[in-house]
């Protein structure tokens, strides 16, 4: 069906959307009016065509592209697939800990869950502005750049159509091949085992195919990490949860440190300075000055869907150069725009207070915090400096006394090599008597030893792929054409892959409803 032809309440086709009598028929979202997603749920002990391991973005935008698909079930292997979503935090959340008032979204809202893929799909961005009556309000502000608690909203808005499939406060531990099929010998099935977060129970979930898509764990230096946790160390994802509790009172005065180089430390740095208005705070960064990250629009090509393609086809030498050359895209970089307004604030202090000493706001550059030490009261940090000139003996060991250190230092992205462990033995044999590597394809799926899994069976990675499949593997950038690729890669009826490209393109490029 073409774009211009809509079906009227009677289901009847209208050409150019003209329908006089009654309105164009388009899916509402959750609220009274509420249409159940085409997923459907499987009884715990029932053998699930897919379990999800993680109800984050990546995992939603492949609910959302299954839900899409389903209008075509013809494409699809199975005709209702039986699915389940494990998800270890009590509701849906999404960084949680780092939704600051002002900050902005670093991306545009056209690459949603959604738009990219169909932009006719009940979940994109514009959908749930209508949905909630901000459209046209949305469009005034003239942005692509929606406030993070806004983008919250949209995914929390995207999660609650999932509610029947998904269940909160389960600990994934592990996945478990099941017992080799009689008549080939070959794994037909996993068993995934989670920990009932309120329980404490152990339950386990049967099913052919498993996405393991949980993000990554906070990273900690080790001077941070060995010996010294304590709670005035607080990781960034945590820190609009841990802060308040350790400094409920937001006017008692305080010194506070942030610890890193990148847009999540320079957020936080300038949070700060509003929501305890007389701390005195220092950022420590690594680095001789704080770096822009760049996003113009050719740079901003690397995070195009096709050039995922092209990353995985280079060699690995070529893919490392490549990904050392576009980190400042990413990584240990911020936003120019706050960047702008941090050197502002700092600029007027300088302009009120002219002596460093009376600073109430630092920023230290060329600085590694080496130790830390634990005071009456205070925690003290040891900081290296890293420039240079004290190897001229030109500077002395600082000592900085602090309440609390807020660590922003990224994230790991390892969890899936713990879980998957008593499945290594699946694993494609090794090249050249190298040890079993945990390799995936260009579609994510991991690669098995082919006469010890079946086809029918298999485990693909979220979110851990950056070294094969680049930069944009972890970040929102991709995710709707991704979560098209994954349901075709899980479900997509064998002919699909053989069959005509516009097949193929609808299960990847347009869910349309026609």
Known sequence: MSPSLLLAENGLPTMNGDTPHTETRREAGPGPEARSSRLRPCPTEGLHDLVCVGFGPASLAIAAALHDALARPDLLGVKVPRVAFLERQARFAWHDGML????????????????????????????????????????????????????????????????????????????????????????????????????????????????????????????????????????????????????????????????????????????????????????????????PSDDSPFVNEIFDPSRVDDMYRQSSIVRDASLAADRNTNYGVVRLELLEHLYEKMYQQRLRHPHERDWQHRLLPSRVVSGVQKGKGSLWLKLQDCSGRHLDGATDAESLPVDAVIVAT?????????????????????????????????????????????????????????????????????????????????????????????????????????
Request: with cysteine.
């Open 100 to 291: 600051l008032p002002d900050a902005k979204m670093q991306i545009s809202f056209v690459k949603d869950l959604a738009t990219l893929r169909d932009p006719c799909s009940v979940f994109t961005f514009l959908n749930y502005l209508q949905c909630q009556g901000r459209l046209v309000q949305f469009t005034n502000l003239g942005t692509f750049h929606p406030l993070r608690t806004e983008y919250d909203d949209y995914l929390r808005w995207c999660a609650a159509w999932f509610e029947d499939v998904v269940h909160y406060g389960q600990d994934v531990v592990d996945v478990l091949p099941d017992e080799p099929a009689v008549k080939h010998g070959r794994v037909e099935s996993f068993t995934v085992r989670s920990l009932d977060c309120k329980t404490g129970l152990l339950r386990e979930w049967r099913t052919r195919h498993v996405v393991i898509a949980v993000g990554g764990r906070p990273r900690m230096p080790d001077v941070f990490a060995e010996g010294n946790r304590d709670p005035r160390i607080i990781h960034s994802s945590a820190y609009l949860k841990a802060l308040p509790l350790l400094l409920p009172d937001r006017t008692v005065p305080c010194r506070l440190a942030v610890v890193g180089n990148g847009q999540s430390a320079a957020e936080i740095f300038n949070d700060l300075h509003t929501r305890y208005p007389n701390s005195r705070t220092s950022l420590l960064i690594k680095g001789t000055a704080l770096r």
């Open 410 to 514: 990224g994230y790991i992205r390892d969890v899936h090599l713990r879980m998957l462990q008593p499945t290594k033995h699946l694993l494609a044999p090794p090249v050249n008597g190298h040890e079993r590597r945990w390799a995936v394809s260009r579609d994510y799926r991991l690669q098995m030893d082919a006469d010890k899994v079946s086809p029918s069976a298999g485990v693909w990675l979220q979110g851990c792929n950056e070294d094969t499949h680049g930069l944009s593997d972890t970040l929102l950038s991709i995710l709707a054409i991704r979560g098209g690729e994954m349901v075709q890669s899980v479900f997509g009826h064998p002919t699909t892959k053989t069959t005509t490209s516009a097949d193929r393109d609808h299960l990847t490029n347009g869910f349309a409803h026609h």
